[in-house]
T-cell receptor, first 112, second 112 residues
Framework: TQLLEQSPQFLSIQEGENLTVYCNSS?????LQWYRQEPGEGPVLLVT?????EVKKLKRLTFQFGDARKDSSLHITAAQPGDTGLYLC????????????FGSGTKLNVKP | DTGVSQNPRHKITKRGQNVTFRCDPI?????LYWYRQTLGQGPEFLTY????????KSRLLSDRFSAERPKGSFSTLEIQRTEQGDSAMYLC??????????FGPGTRLLVL
């Protein structure tokens, strides 16, 4: 069983649409990271959130860490084909913050 | 280039052979991680080093797997007597302070 559940698993949208990806758990994390991964490559770090309730914005991407530090969301505004990829969330354990637990990912396809 | 590098990028081997992968982390990072990723899944933690000390190993890491980081710099992951179920992407990540974890491009292993 995955410690972190991501939804949806797959998402196919048109260029210009907005979308939200969710990362949920019953466990508390000391921090949470979001990555984007392209086929055949390693995950690339997008953001780290540490404080419950924290919101970070990176251009068209908005990341939120839940108040209880159990969940997170990634919102993309006006998606572009270049956003296509596998989006992964990873939580660092509350007591063993040296270990990261990954979700199974959301595969996003943005059609031109 | 100051990122994480991994070699080789691809490895095809026959069942029963031994393989070794290398990871060169970001130079100032003292923590190094190995993960395994199969198709459609997020990375699964295998093992973790702080400097040269291997501090944690997953139950996924059978006795056929061994990892070393002899001088606290690069690391190697060896798989002995490979099995078809070992086919996966093997990812290395290094971690600075406090929470940032950066991945290498991975080594894709195919066991025939």
């Amino acid at each position: 069983t995955q410690l972190l559940e991501q939804s949806p698993q797959f998402l196919s949208i048109q260029e210009g649409e907005n979308l939200t990806v969710y990362c949920n758990s019953s466990s508390v994390f000391s921090s949470l990271q979001w990555y984007r991964q392209e086929p055949g490559e390693g995950p690339v770090l997008l953001v780290t959130v540490v404080t419950g309730g924290e919101v970070k914005k990176l251009k068209r991407l908005t990341f939120q860490f839940g108040d209880a530090r159990k969940d997170s969301s990634l919102h993309i505004t006006a998606a572009q084909p270049g956003d296509t990829g596998l989006y992964l969330c990873a939580g660092a354990g509350r007591y063993n913050f040296n270990k990261f637990y990954f979700g199974s990912g959301t595969k996003l396809n943005v059609k031109p | 280039d100051t990122g994480v590098s991994q070699n080789p990028r691809h490895k095809i081997t026959k069942r029963g052979q031994n393989v070794t992968f290398r990871c060169d982390p970001i130079s100032e990072h003292n923590r190094l991680y190995w993960y395994r990723q199969t198709l459609g899944q997020g990375p699964e933690f295998l093992t973790y080093f702080q400097n040269e000390a291997q501090l944690e190993k997953s139950r996924l890491l059978s006795d056929r797997f061994s990892a070393e980081r002899p001088k606290g710099s690069f690391s190697t992951l060896e798989i002995q007597r490979t099995e078809q179920g070992d086919s996966a992407m093997y990812l290395c990540a290094s971690r600075g302070w406090p929470e940032t974890q950066y991945f290498g491009p991975g080594t894709r292993l195919l066991v025939l």
